[in-house]
């Protein structure tokens, strides 16, 4: 059974960071690859960024250079880092892999 669980949401100010967190249990990252993906209030959702099994990483123009992609295979964690948020990075965050899906963490970014 595949699980994956995301965390370290929150609430941030704009120009403040916060790291996201996908843990799985019953795939593996290095061999299936991820994707990060988020929904908006109101919108679509939208894919972010990926890491591909062997490592290469790929982010949507909105997020280029403010976020990156890190894993850990160890612990068969991935985690996206996002520096300088926006009020527009507002939105549930999803991650996932080979057709699974997380539950989502809430990020808001306000003043």
């Known amino acids: 059974q595949v699980q994956l669980v995301e965390s370290g949401g929150g609430l941030v100010q704009p120009g403040g960071s916060l790291r996201l967190s996908c843990a799985a249990s019953g795939i593996i990252f290095s061999i299936y690859g991820m994707a990060w993906y988020r929904q908006a209030p109101g919108k679509e959702r939208e894919w972010v960024a990926t890491?591909?099994?062997?490592?290469?990483?790929t982010f949507v123009d909105s997020v280029k250079g403010r976020f990156a992609i890190f894993r850990d295979n160890a612990k068969n964690t991935v985690y996206l880092q996002m520096n300088n948020l926006k009020p527009e990075d507002t939105a549930v965050y999803y991650c996932?892999?080979?057709?699974?899906w997380g539950q989502g963490t809430q990020v808001t970014v306000s003043s």
């Open positions: 996932s892999s080979n057709e699974h």
């Open positions: 890491m591909a099994g062997f490592g290469r990483t």
